[in-house]
């Protein structure tokens, strides 16, 4: 008879039969990856040290994902799944502006990194240990960026281009989001509502994306200087 213990020591983290994969387990070794790669880096850390902060053995954690390098992946996806949750209300926001609707998401994405400071760290060590994962990631959120681009032109708040330049654009954008973490971490920050408003103006005056049609609030403002 095999021990328990020697039958969860599977190399390729698949559950064999008569096994299921525990979700706490899962949830208690990806958030000690989590807290390894704050600390010390994804690379920097091991297998043993996250096992151990996890309670669990080294078995167990190989059971589950089968390699350091599998953990990252899931850490990264499980990281990404829970933002792009949130994203969800600056999606539905209650606006028909494009840019009011990429204020409320990058709010959000600030908030975020605050909560997470893991995050642009993980990303890092994908991009160079996992390339293949992080340009699937990027290119879903290229995706993702024209997707909302084609909406706010067909809503009327954007004037009409072709996908070819909106993809070009949303790589720009995507560029400025990647160095926002060390803006947070500078000293001293100016806060959430500056960052924002010049992010969105350099959308807006630099990236060639010009409303296609004023809102209420900017006709009012330009109607009173006017007067």
């Known amino acids: 008879m095999v021990p328990k213990a020697l039958k969860e020591q599977t190399p390729t983290g698949r559950p064999r039969t008569g096994y299921r994969r525990s979700d706490e387990t899962r949830s208690r070794i990806l958030e000690a990856a989590l807290a390894e790669a704050t600390e010390a880096g994804f690379q920097g850390t091991s297998v043993a040290r ?50 009011q609707r990429e ?62 330049e909106i ?12 160095f926002l973490d060390r803006l947070i971490e500078s000293d001293p920050y100016p806060g959430d509502k500056p960052v924002v408003d010049i992010f969105l103006n350099m959308i807006r005056s630099g990236m060639g994306f010009r409303g296609a049609r004023e809102t209420g609030a900017t006709r009012s403002r330009v109607s009173a200087s006017k007067a």
């Open 50 to 99: 996250i096992a151990t902060r996890a309670g669990v053995a080294v078995g167990v954690l190989n059971y589950h994902f089968g390699s350091k390098e599998e953990l990252l992946r899931q850490s990264m996806v499980g990281l990404i799944k829970d933002f792009r949750s949130k994203l969800v209300f600056a999606s539905g926001a209650n606006s028909d502006d494009f840019f």
């Open 167 to 178: 993809r070009i654009r949303g790589y720009f954008v995507l560029g400025a989001y990647q």
């Open 103 to 164: 204020r409320a998401g990058l709010l959000i994405y600030l908030a975020y990194l605050r909560a997470n400071p893991s995050y642009a760290q993980l990303a890092e060590e994908v991009r160079l240990h996992d390339p293949v994962l992080y340009q699937r990631g990027v290119e879903a959120w290229i995706k993702d960026f024209i997707l909302r681009v084609r909406s706010a032109i067909k809503e009327g708040s954007l004037e009409p281009a072709p996908d070819s």
